[in-house]
């Protein structure tokens, strides 16, 4: 059993990472220097959200990680008593445009709306902007 872990383990750590352009900590730092948010410290419990933008608490991901990014925002957002805030970074609109529909249908589905805000940043080329914001309103 105890080799049957190593092996899978060695394995893991042998196979190539999904590669990004840039690590999430370079675009939260764009994403916060450009709205004038800033990058926070840890709460009380230990977690860190990304961003507090004005009364947002923010979780910044990729868009194929959209599920834990919402996660995390609803977390943070009960813990400060803040409006949650998720910031979808999308490399690949082709194959990852498709998180971001699949994040506001939940995010309807679950009459969240209101109560969660997406901005995309676009970052298919070699510049990035903020494409889309999802204010969740009816």
């Not at 996660?71 to 970074?89: F, P």
């Not at 609109?93 to 589905?109: A, H, N, P, S, T």
């Amino acid at each position: 059993m105890k080799k049957l872990i190593f092996v899978f383990i060695a394995l893991s750590l042998l196979l190539p990472a999904k590669k990004r352009k840039h690590l999430e900590k370079y675009y939260q730092q764009w994403w916060a220097s450009c709205r004038g948010g800033s990058i926070t410290n840890r709460l009380s419990n230990g977690r860190k959200p990304d961003i507090i933008f004005g009364e947002y608490v923010i979780e910044v991901d990729f868009a194929d990680k959209y599920p834990e990014a919402l996660g995390q925002a609803l977390q943070y957002s009960q813990m400060t008593k803040m409006k949650a805030g998720i910031v979808l970074i999308v490399e690949d609109m082709e194959k990852q445009g498709r998180c971001v529909k699949e994040l506001e249908d939940i995010i309807w589905y679950h009459c969240l709306y209101g109560k969660v805000t997406v901005w995309v940043i676009n970052a298919t080329d070699d510049h990035i902007w903020e494409e889309d914001v999802v204010e969740g309103v009816p």
